[in-house]
Each structure stands twice: as C-alpha cells, then as structure tokens.
C-alpha cells in the first residue's frame, strides 16, 4: 500500500479488495482526499492484468457516496509486466460507457515495456477526460490534486509528437476498441512514416477480412444448424405420424379379433343347447337299442353308430367352451397372418391343432370325407403351404406354448 507522505486524507476499508488466487495477486483500493479513487496490486512477483474489477470500483463509489459526483481513479501499475486483450477491451468500454462522472484516469510506477501500451491508450481516451502519467505516487497525486489539465501526456505541437500520436492512436483503435472499419491516416507516400502508417493499415485490412469470413463462417454454421434442427423435426413428425398411423391400425386390428372371437363364442353359445339335446337324444336311442330284440350283428352295428355321433357331439360341444389364453393368442396370430380365413376354416384349424384327424373334424361338421379332402386343400392353398408341408405342423409352429 503507498505510504501517506503528502499528509493527505485517506479512506480505506477492509472489503475494498478483490483477491486473484490463480494469477496470485490481490487488487486493493482506497480513497485520497474524497474524490481520487486509489488501485494498488499486492503480490510478490510479476503479473499480467486480465480483469478491469469495475464491480469493485462501483461498490467503492456506492460506499463513499462518489457514483453521483466527479471523481478520479488513479493506478500503480509497478508489478504489471502485461496487459491481455480482455484488460484492453474492457479499459475501453469502462472510459467510453462508465456513467459515473470519471474526470482523471492516471497511472504511475508504469514499467517501460508497457508504457508504450498505455500510451497508445491515451491517444484514444475521450476529449472529456484527462489522462496522466507520473513515475510516483507523489507525483500522480500532485498532478490530479492540483486541478490542472495541462499534463495530457501527448500535448506536444511538434510534428514528430503528432506523427506518434496518430500512430499510437491508430494502434490503439484496433487493439483497445477493435475499430477495424475505421481508416488508418497514411501520410504521402513521400512521408518518411509513411511505411508504419501503411503497415498498421495492412493489418487493419488483414483483421478485418479475417472478421468478415468468420462472420460468414458463423453464419454458414447457423444455417447449417438450423437446417440440420428443421431436418429433425420433419423426421421426427414424420415418425409420429407413422407411429399414430400403426397404433390406429393395431387398435382397429384388435378390434376386429375381439369381433372375430365374440362371433365365435356367440355362435358356440347359441348350438350349445342343440349339441345338449342331440347327444341325450342319442344316448337314449342307444338305451333303446339294447333293449331291441334284434339280431346281435345289426344291434353291434347300430351302437357302434350310435356311439359314434355321441362322440361327433362331444367334439362339437368341445368348440363351445371358451378358448383359452394359448387358444385365443393361437387364433389372433391365424388371422392377424390369414385375415382371409372363413370361420369354418378357424374352427378348423382349431380342431386340427387340438389333434383330431380328419374323419372326427368331418362328422363334427356334417361333412363327408370327400368333402373334407375338398376342404384341406382349399385351406392347404389359403395358408400359402407348399406340397410337402404339413398343415398341422405349420399351425402348431404358429401356436404358442402352453
């Protein structure tokens, strides 16, 4: 911290600070005489300012009652070695923008390799404000303390410190306020500071068609982007519309099963009472027919017929019975792969997995055995079976386990 030799009134609070653990360094500030803001840097080495603190500033200003009266803002600058560009830019924006009323920027204990830095930012500074630099402590507050506004660091008439002034400026407008738009002053070609001028201009040029196809370069990656963003959403709205679509078709696909399976049960529960009455009819014909007195020959072979239709009834009555959960999922994979299937022929197909042969499936429905062979081969040709395959062996693939 700078020593008070000049018996002068100093403000100072323990918050007044902004610590930098990864640079290593520690910014402080107090206040001289009420107006002139004080930054020193704390460290034990050599740095590199990258952060311009203006919140510091600002709460230091709030706390002394100077965010609404003109102030100045002085800096040690003895540890500073370097300034990065972020530092630059925001210099620049804090003098150009800043609303509280600065009068006095100064800088002293400014090392030589980057004095030339800070004086191409005092070719750039605004009109209003005056810009110092001193080599002391002392100096810096004897100049701001004393009101004067003739210690601007380029106000020298002679053509050489003009010709550096327009230099340092065009500089700083490219390195302090990225002004690349704004024409370096070349002299005539003649003007031995002609080359330097045309050279600054050069890089000018140079950055600022860098700039341009950046520019254009963002805006070919934006485009690229967004397309890429509406080429998505087109296939994702597609994919939604086809997922609407396939739900919409399996739910009408279910439907009609249901419809397909209630018809069947509706149908077995209406021949129901029929099948109940045919077989106790035949069972008393068969009572009956043991009482005959008829030859033993013809009453064997009127029983055997009997019997016969009694077990051609109880496989009918069988189809009545509601399908199980192998049954019901066997029949939805039949006709979700065969929706051209009559009911007949699922009933069919039902009795030939449950391993009835074919004279039992004939007499359950009335059918002759020529008949039935008709009806196979129809259903052979339906299932799209080639000669050699079975068809009981392709329904039982197609059922599930039980």
């Not at 590199?48 to 009266?69: C, F, P, W, Y």
């Not at 005959?292 to 013809?298: D, G």
Request: with cysteine; charged share 30%; hydrophobic share 35%.
């Amino acid at each position: 911290m700078p020593y008070n030799k000049l018996n002068l009134q100093i403000t100072e609070k323990k918050h007044w600070y902004k610590d930098h653990p990864e640079e290593g360094y520690i910014k402080r500030l107090n206040v001289i005489n009420g107006c002139i803001v004080n930054t020193w840097i704390e460290t034990d080495h050599e740095i590199i300012l990258n952060s311009v603190d203006d919140d510091l500033l600002l709460k230091v200003l709030q706390e002394t009652g100077l965010e609404m009266k003109p102030f100045h803002v002085v800096m040690d600058l003895m540890h500073v070695r370097e300034v990065t560009s972020n530092y630059k830019h925001s210099i620049a924006n804090l003098l150009y923008n800043w609303k509280p009323d600065l009068r006095t920027v100064g800088l002293y204990n400014v090392y030589q390799p980057i004095r030339i830095v800070v004086e191409s930012l005092a070719a750039v500074v605004p009109q209003s404000l005056l810009f110092i630099i001193a080599d002391t402590y002392e100096q810096i507050v004897e100049k701001v303390t004393s009101g004067r506004r003739d210690f601007n660091l380029l106000d020298n008439g002679s053509e050489e410190n003009l010709m550096r002034q327009r230099f340092l400026e065009s500089v700083a407008k490219l390195t302090w306020l990225g002004m690349l738009e704004e024409p370096v002053p070349v002299p005539p070609i003649d003007n031995k500071y002609y080359p330097y001028f045309r050279a600054v201009d050069e890089i000018r040029c140079d950055l600022m068609s860098k700039e341009t196809d950046k520019k254009k370069e963002i805006r070919a990656l934006k485009k690229e982007f967004k397309d890429r963003i509406g080429h998505m959403n087109l296939k994702m709205n597609a994919q939604m519309e086809l997922n609407k679509k396939t739900t919409q078709n399996q739910e009408k696909e279910i439907w009609e099963l249901k419809t397909i399976i209630a018809s069947l049960e509706s149908e077995l529960s209406r021949i129901s009472g029929v099948f109940r009455e045919k077989t106790a009819t035949l069972q008393k014909l068969s009572d009956h027919i043991v009482n005959l007195e008829v030859e033993a020959r013809t009453k064997k072979k009127m029983l055997n017929l009997c019997q016969n239709l009694i077990e051609t009834e109880i496989i009918e009555k069988n189809l009545q019975h509601d399908l199980t959960e192998p049954e019901s999922a066997f029949l939805n994979a039949l006709h979700s792969n065969h929706p051209n299937l009559t009911q007949r022929e699922l009933k069919i197909c039902i009795l030939v997995r449950q391993n009835h042969d074919t004279e039992e499936i004939g007499r359950s429905f009335g059918i002759t055995k020529r008949g039935m062979e008709s009806i196979r081969y129809r259903l052979h040709k339906k299932l799209g079976l080639e000669k050699h395959q079975s068809i009981k062996a392709y329904l039982s693939r197609l059922s599930l386990p039980v």
